[in-house]
């Protein structure tokens, strides 16, 4: 197993109280797998990236448990030195923000060289060659030339590309990429969604895709974990996902998802907002949102029941919403 996260718990201290963003997350992601981290926004998505690659802001974030195992080694457990050098080789990340992620004053192909110089010990004369082929691999047009222009220069779209090029720069075994597409229009999504879903094919990466939107994942994904106030409520293989959820809150979320055979038709959404993570209600945290939920829900917490051997669901009716 390349990753393998477990029963994470992150934690922050707010003026509100505590805030309990990640509540015992565990998940697993493969050479050459696509997890799809699925949830509206808050539910502890970007959180338990951030503490997966050790970027987490500490304070005011707290780990307050769980380990973090990648290539059978603990992350959480390495001194920072160690984990910058995991960071740099091992594990890449993509925001869904470029133009904050990259440095507005370096020109493009100095920032993708700069990889291959601190990491590969190179000469700024090849890691320069390296940074238009890269820029090619992620088909920017005229990347010999363009290698000399600044962030803003480039659309949006451009510029996630260059993000995905940094990424993959130094063929990392796992990228972590968060909404990595939110900020884009629909048809650039799709082209920079497609060069991803490429790219990790080519390398047999392991790919953890956060997002909200269901849609994307469809085609690109081979397991979905759905996220709800700071939990795993349900993972299972895209396939019974589609089929039939197992859980309400994932098919709240299937059911709010645009349908170009359903135009102009109200969308359903899920009725109320998510919980503040201070007062995260007791029972079933989903049980205020449930069209299932009754007495039991609100006083027992599930745990991720056993649906089938590749699937878990955290709710006491998961039978009855298979069923639909
Ligand atoms: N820097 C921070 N300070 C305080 N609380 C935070 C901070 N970052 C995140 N949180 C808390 O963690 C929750 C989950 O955030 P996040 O993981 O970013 O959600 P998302 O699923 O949208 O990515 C937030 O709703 C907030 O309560
Ligand atoms: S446990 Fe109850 S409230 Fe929670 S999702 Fe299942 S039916 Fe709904
Ligand atoms: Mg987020």
Redesign the pocket.
Known sequence: MLLEVRDLH?E???RDGV?R??NGVSYQVDAGETLAIL????????????AVMGIL?MP??RITGGEVIFQGRDLLKLKEAERRKVRGAGMAMIFQDALSSLNPVIPVGDQLGEMFVVHRGMSWRDARARAVELMDRVRIPAARERVRQYPHQFSGGMRQRIMIAMAIALEPALIIA??PTTALDVTVQAQVMDLLAELQREYRMGLVL?T?DLGVVADVADRIAV?YA?RIVESAPVYDIYKAPAHPYTRGLLDSVPRLDQKGQELYAIKGLPP???RIPPGCAFHPRCPLARGLCRVDEPSLFEVSATRGSACHFWRECLDG
């Open positions: 992150v922050f201290r707010t805030a963003a990640v949830g509206e926004s808050g539910s502890g998505k970007s959180v338990t990236a951030q802001d005011p974030g968060d909404e956060i909200h996220m700071g503040n993570l201070t």
